[in-house]
Each structure stands twice: as structure tokens, then as C-alpha cells.
């Protein structure tokens, strides 16, 4: 997850970035592109979950009404910063901001979408405030305590609505886990072992340990709570955005030069914004058997979490320069 704090960063991009096509509507782009992730994992697996991430946008189009053809492509809608973090970790989302989302969440929520939301805070009162918000909106709620999600919390006191009950949707679902970053297990067998320790319903997991695909067997040791209840396995995978640590990445690579690379973030070296309408990226995404969606199908996780999904804003502020 390569979080970018609003519109602080869009005029930065877009100063070190060429001129974007003219005329383009780059949100319709970005539905297309989910939609089609969507329709190739579900002709495999009908019941294979798809959540944008940070796409609330997407839920309404400009005249107000819903994005139906969208809406029915996905299952759920992933949302960051909802009460806290959206200007800073720790710091409660102004209430402007956050009505604003909440619009398009509601909406998707009204369409049968599960909304989860990843909260940035520290300290109980903070925690028990994010929970409660999210509680009454019947949105599902993590917690993180840092930013990088590398951070397994204890349960004890950081696990709301435990259960024993077999998770076989969204629906059935009251929790999850976001933990991206393994840097803190130093090997696979360590990170597998405390995931198994928990009673989480969702795992929100990178699809890679370091550099390697998690195999079937990986996931068979972590697809049941601790207190034997199946949960759900979800992949994240970012598509407005590529990484140069990510399989597809070639090291004889000059950046610059290839046709769907806009520009790199600055703040993440490393993470490039890519043209994402880009027949030649949506490849690397989805649609062969190559690509990374299939990867995730074929190591038996239930569904991924689409990140940089609001990439359209970086387009759509260049095009104004």
C-alpha cells in the first residue's frame, strides 16, 4: 500500500510527467479496468471477491447516479482514512473530508456492497472511537496502529466481534487483519505460524513472501481461525501503480521509456504511475495466464484488494495544466 495524503501530491506529479490524453474520461477508464479484473476472476471462480480500494468516487458518476454496470462488478468497497488519518496518522479525518466519502460509501452500501474501512490511530480512545463510527454504519473495521501494516495487533484487546463462524462471504464477515509488509517475520514459516494464531475472518495479505507467490499449501495452513471457523483470503494487488520489486518488472528496464509508465512517484521510489488504460499494463494485471491476477487465482486465494484505484485524480489534475 502506497498511501498518498489527498491532493498533496497530485501537483508534484504532475510537474515531472508528460501531458496526459486529451478527452479522456480517466474514471470510466479505471471502472473499465476493474471491471474487466472483475469478469476474467469470476469466469474462473464465480464466487471470487473483487474490492476496490480508496475507488469511492467511482460508486456515483458526474450527473449523481450510480455507476451500476461497476457496482455489479464488485463485492465490496475498501476504504482508508475514513476517521483517522486522512491529513496525518493519529489525527481525526475533518468532518467535511469524511462526509464527503461517506456519500459514495453509503451508496455503494445501499447496492449490497460490504464497506471495510482501515483506520490510522494509536491509543484505546482513538481505537474505540474508529470502531464505534464504523460499528454504526455497519461498516467492517480495522485499526492500524502504523501506516506501513506490518503489524500483527494482539487480539486481546484488538479484535472486535470474535467468532467461530465459518466466513464464506463479505456478508458473514465482522473483522480483518491488513498486514502488507512482512519485514518483522524473518522467514515465511514464522509469518504462517502467527497468522494461524488468529481469529481474524479476513486476511488482507501481499500475495508475495518477499519475492516469492505463496503456493495453495502456504494458504491452506492460514485458511482457518484459530478457533476453527474458515475465514477469507484476500490478495492485495495494486493496479494504479506499478512496482519495480514486483515479478513483472524487468531489470533491464529504462522506466522512461516504457509506453505505459507516467511518471515515478516521489515519494515512493520505486512505484511508478502507469497509464492504466494501457493494453500492454492491464496484461501484466489480468487476462493471460501469466498475468498477476491469475497468479493470485491459481495460489487459491478468494478474492484481491485493488489498490491506487484513485489514480484517475493524477490524470485528471494534469490534464488541467
Known amino acids: 500500500m502506497k ?22 474520461d480517466y474514471r470510466q477508464e479505471m471502472r473499465d479496468f476493474v471491471i474487466e479484473i472483475s469478469t476474467f476472476s469470476k469466469s474462473q471462480n464465480p464466487n471470487f471477491i473483487v474490492i476496490p480500494q480508496n475507488g469511492h468516487e467511482l460508486v456515483l458518476k458526474e450527473d449523481g447516479k450510480l455507476a451500476n454496470d461497476y457496482l455489479s462488478a464488485i463485492d465490496g468497497l475498501g476504504q482508508e482514512d475514513l476517521n483517522f488519518g486522512y491529513i496525518g496518522d493519529n489525527v481525526p479525518t475533518p468532518e467535511e473530508n469524511r462526509n464527503y466519502i461517506l456519500q459514495q460509501l453509503l451508496a455503494g452500501q445501499k447496492k449490497g456492497k460490504t464497506v471495510l474501512v482501515t483506520d490510522y490511530a494509536e491509543g484505546n480512545k482513538n481505537y474505540n472511537t474508529s470502531e464505534t463510527l464504523n460499528s454504526k454504519r455497519g461498516f467492517i ?5 502504523e501506516r506501513d501494516l506490518t503489524i500483527i495487533p494482539e487480539q486481546k484487546n484488538k479484535l472486535k466481534h470474535n467468532n467461530s463462524n465459518d466466513i464464506e462471504n463479505l456478508k458473514k464477515a465482522q473483522n480483518f487483519l491488513y498486514l502488507l509488509n512482512f519485514e518483522q517475520f524473518e522467514t515465511k514459516e514464522e509469518l504462517l505460524n502467527s497468522l494461524q494464531e488468529t481469529n481474524y475472518d479476513i486476511f488482507i495479505l501481499d500475495a508475495f513472501y518477499h519475492s516469492k507467490l505463496f503456493t495453495p499449501q502456504d494458504l491452506e495452513k492460514i485458511r482457518y481461525k484459530k478457533s476453527g471457523g474458515k475465514r477469507l483470503l484476500i490478495s492485495y494487488m495494486s493496479i494504479g501503480e506499478a512496482e519495480d520489486y514486483r515479478f513483472y518488472w524487468n531489470s533491464d528496464w529504462d522506466a ?13 521510489k520505486g512505484n511508478y504511475k502507469v497509464k492504466y488504460w494501457n493494453k500492454d499494463w492491464k496484461r501484466i494485471i489480468t487476462g493471460t495466464s501469466s498475468s498477476y491476477l491469475q497468479r493470485i487465482i491459481d495460489a487459491g486465494f478468494d478474492g484481491v484488494y485493488l489498490d491506487i484505484i484513485d489514480a484517475f485524480w493524477y490524470f485528471e489534475n494534469k490534464k488541467d495544466l
Request: with cysteine; aromatic share 12%; proline share 5%.
Open 141 to 145: 473495521s480495522y485499526v492500524a496502529e
Open 3 to 24: 498511501l498518498i495524503y489527498g491532493s498533496i501530491l497530485l501537483a508534484i506529479f504532475a510537474s515531472c510527467a508528460s501531458t496526459a490524453p486529451k478527452n479522456m
Open 256 to 268: 522512461s521509456n516504457i509506453n505505459w509508465i507516467d511518471a515515478e512517484n516521489p515519494k515512493w
